[in-house]
């Protein structure tokens, strides 16, 4: 009996073209036994093993091997892989929309989306009409690659093809248009759509979510809700964080009502975002009680209840967890360190700070960010390690951003050196001159050392170079609104019921020892009198005052404030709950306050 041929060798293999490519020739039967290796094959290195074999055997322009060995390298693609998958793609001389849209995915997931681009022309150069699968993924690179022109050039072509209605472009185009910051475009996007499905509402509230745009965020949901569509747990996601957002607890206790009611707490992620709420809305017993009640807690699980800890003054609390995510054999990352880092920072704990520090690259391979390098500023600079932290921003190996050198100019102010101040300054305007706080910061600190030359002249800067002060804003949630003050209302405007109430509240604090610390206020021209009334109506004051006004006696009353709280404000705040009995949680741009019986949690060290 003759021995039957091998799969191999009973296929005839491709006939290529005088330029090596492949022409598309269909074979009778695939080369089976060389493609059920791909499934086991687990490294590019092995799959390169897979083409020498397919080599030896002929079938090296096969065009079934060639989508299987491209469809492998853009599954889970690196620079590397996909470097490779074009190599492959090139050979073959009339791709189809398949291995087009095979490409254009994998580029879209890499570190080189705009690389999806030229692949975009050259598909339409081949006369190939983009279906379902291409424009979402083109646009998924536009959106990585922040490529906003091109990828307003794409939306262009899906309305000339009719497809600007599209269930599965439409959301792609939101995307695009939220991640290029360009949120009101997927706005319009959105509104044109006929009838939105829940994927486009999870785009554009995922989209105002990112955009520090809750409001709305929220009542697209409650239009979800009317219209009977489901939300998923992406939605969940998006809505949490605009309740962590607001600091808006009530409304955020609700939302974890409905999560537990519709089954999304078994998604750790969504438990995750409760924890991030609760923690960013003041409650950190609620933050504790939802993560000592999940039954897996993941990186970002143990991650976020460090930072939580960290953020509310509690560093020991956010070390010992540390320690307990280590013996559950969980591997911390990168936002773990960053709570660390905060934690030693606000607890001024220098030594443990550099020891972390260390161990991020030495002990657990996770290079420093920016963000981890300026946590380090941050701590040196409280410490009053002011020269020590310039050099550690100068040192770095990376090019110093704004934001470092504003940490240490913010520390140059709280210990009063106007020199170093000065020389800071100048590092940041070599990098952006716009930020109007920079200018603030630092004729505040000259004001105070009676420097009114310099105070004259930042201030003659800012308005020649057209730069504005970011006016304070607090905003507290009673009965489920959010309601926001700005810092100087009722200045100029006729006294009404929370005016006349800040008044006579701002007379029973000074029965009580207040004195209104007027040096806070630096223009030489004003009297006491009005320096006083320009410290009376801070928006922390008059959201507070709103509090006492309408919420029941003995009820926390919280408020989130946009900038950093004021010495004077943080010295009401501390009366205010010894003679109200009220507990009174602040949250600021850089942490929490918690004041309670005439005493802050920050221990005055903010």
């Known amino acids: 009996m003759a021995a039957a041929p091998s799969p191999i060798t009973s296929i005839s ?28 094959c687990t490294s590019l290195k092995e799959l390169k093993q897979i083409q020498a074999s397919a080599i030896k055997t002929h079938l090296q322009n096969d065009l079934t091997v060639l989508t299987k060995l491209i ?14 998958a074009q190599k492959l793609f090139d050979k073959i001389s009339q791709p189809d929309i398949v291995l087009f849209n095979t490409m254009a995915r994998g580029y879209s997931r890499s570190n080189t989306p705009i690389q999806a681009i030229p692949l975009f022309c050259q598909l339409l150069s081949f006369g190939f009409l983009p279906d379902d699968f291409t424009f979402p993924s083109v646009l998924k690179a536009c959106s990585s690659a922040k490529a906003l022109e091109e990828g307003k050039q794409i939306h262009c072509l899906v309305f000339k093809l ?33 009838d939105p499905c829940v994927i486009s509402y999870n785009a554009i509230i995922s989209g105002y979510a990112k955009c520090s745009r809750p409001n709305e965020a929220l009542s697209l949901f409650r239009e979800l809700q009317v219209k009977s569509l489901k939300p998923t747990d992406v939605t969940m996601l998006s809505v949490l964080s605009c ?15 409905y999560v537990k009611k519709h089954g999304f707490d078994k998604y750790i992620k969504v438990s995750t975002a409760v924890i991030d709420m609760y923690a960013k809305c003041g409650s950190l017993e609620d933050a504790i009680c939802v993560f000592e009640n999940m039954s897996v807690r993941d990186t970002p699980a143990w991650s976020t209840m460090i930072v939580a800890y960290a953020t509310h003054g509690k560093g020991y609390k956010a070390i010992e967890t540390f320690e307990e995510m280590r013996k559950a054999g969980v591997q911390p990352d990168e936002i773990t360190f960053l709570g660390l880092l905060y934690a030693c920072s606000h607890n001024g704990l220098v030594k443990e700070g550099w020891r972390y520090f260390s161990s991020m690259s030495d002990k657990y391979g996770i290079i420093p960010g920016i963000k981890h390098y300026g946590c380090m500023v941050d701590l040196l600079g409280r410490t009053g390690h002011l020269n020590e932290a310039y050099k550690f921003i100068d040192e770095l190996p990376v090019k110093p951003t704004p934001i470092l050198w504003r940490t240490l100019l913010a ?37 105070r050392a009676g420097r009114w030359e310099d105070v004259d002249f930042l201030r003659k800067l800012m308005k020649d170079r057209g730069v504005v002060k970011v006016p304070g804003c607090s905003s507290i949630e009673v009965d489920n609104i959010v309601h926001e003050f700005f810092s100087g209302d009722g200045v100029n405007t006729v006294s009404t019921s929370l005016h006349k109430a800040l008044d006579e ?37 008059l959201a507070i005052a709103y509090g006492l006004l309408k919420t029941p006696p003995g009820s926390t009353i919280r408020v989130v404030k946009n900038l950093r709280v004021c010495g004077d404000c943080h010295s009401a705040a501390k009366l ?18 918690h004041f309670r019986d005439g005493k802050c949690s920050c221990g005055d060290f903010w």
């Open 576 to 593: 205010i709950s010894h003679i109200f009995d009220r507990e009174i949680i602040l949250r600021d741009v850089q942490r929490f306050h």
């Open 243 to 257: 309740c962590a957002l607001l600091g808006a607890l009530d409304l955020g206790k609700w939302i974890h009502e």
């Open 162 to 194: 009719g497809l600007n209605h599209n269930i599965y472009i439409c959301p792609s185009l939101i995307s695009m248009y939220t991640e290029c910051n360009d949120v009101d475009s997927a706005r319009r996007v959105f509104e044109k759509m006929l």
């Open 13 to 40: 293999p491709s006939k290529s073209e005088p330029n090596g490519k492949v022409s598309r020739i269909e074979h009778i039967n695939p080369p089976q036994n060389l493609l059920s290796l791909l499934p086991k």
């Open 71 to 84: 469809n492998f390298c853009t599954k889970d693609p690196t620079f590397v892989s996909m470097e490779y």
């Open 411 to 447: 520390a140059c102010s709280s210990h009063g050196d106007v020199e170093l101040g000065k020389r800071v300054i100048q590092r940041i305007f070599e990098l952006d001159d716009s930020h109007g706080g920079d200018y603030v910061i630092l004729s505040n600190l000259c004001a």
């Open 505 to 541: 509240l701002m007379k029973e604090l000074k029965m009580v020892g207040y004195v209104p610390d007027t040096s806070l206020v630096f223009h030489a021209e004003m009297g006491e009198e009005e320096k006083e009334i320009s410290l009376r109506y801070h928006s922390e004051k």
